[in-house]
């Protein structure tokens, strides 16, 4: 049987749908997702979660979505999860990978098998090479060195997983918000020019209300990031069970109003939610996806 603790995002809601049976639904509390949990838990119990797992006939568990770190109240602590604690702290104390390391490390001594979100959808992960109509220039060829070293450089530090580079240049970099927040901080004011309008006839009303609506808040920028592009890898050596990257709709949708020309990913480590959508959209706005394998190759 299978636990699918559920975070937030529209991950965890695509891998129920493809699943032939449906998953134990878990979430942690303050993170639930738009699934309905069966089980929801704090950090406070995870010795007991696991335990009542374990108890149901639980086998495997697979994690998805987004959760951000709780805080911790030591006296709800019950006395099943007493014995985890040093290796809780220890995990809170780390990068978003080498958190994640120890909770599956935890997972593991109670027997369970830890499955990544690409073992249940293989799918989620699309072949190598240009997936638009259109694909990359000479120069973000070489901006996607660039972004590969700088995520590469940011992956050893633990900080994230994402840059946007333009001309062989840095001009942001992901931080503990995500990769949606730093494309946010891009977009420009003047949306009425923005290349998210500009959409070709093929896409559905009601996509284009949706990306209307998506970006009626519209924030300052200081940055212009016009002609670059988004790289998207996942840390060096990271466990790929959890917390692999993601790209989506939403992605799309911040990109192009950032006025990027592409969005490039390793070919392996990002998954894409919905890729017919995303490239119908991309290839909508004149913008490639180039699914490039590490070191260019």
Known sequence: MLALIAGTG??????????????????????????????TFRMEHLGSFLADLRARGVTQICMAGAVRRPQIDPSQIDAATMPLVPKVQAALTQGDDGALRII???????GFHVMAAHEIAPDLLPQPGVRTKIGPASDHTNDAFAGESCVVAMGLADTGQACVVLNGDVVA????QGTDAMLQKLCAPNYENSKSFDWATDISTDLRKMVKSWLADKPDTTIDATGGILFKAPKPSQDQRADLPLIGLRTVMMAAEAGLD??????????????????KVLDAQGMFLWVRPRGGA
């Open 104 to 110: 599956i490390a935890i997972m593991e001594e109670y």
């Open 10 to 39: 529209d991950l965890p809601p695509a891998l129920v749908g493809r699943l032939a049976e449906p998953p134990l639904i878990c979430a942690m509390r303050g993170f639930e997702p738009s699934l309905n949990p069966d089980i």
């Open 262 to 279: 592409g969005i490039v990913i390793e070919a392996g480590g990002v998954m894409v939610l919905d890729l017919p959508t995303v490239r």
């Open 173 to 176: 970099r992901e931080d503990a």
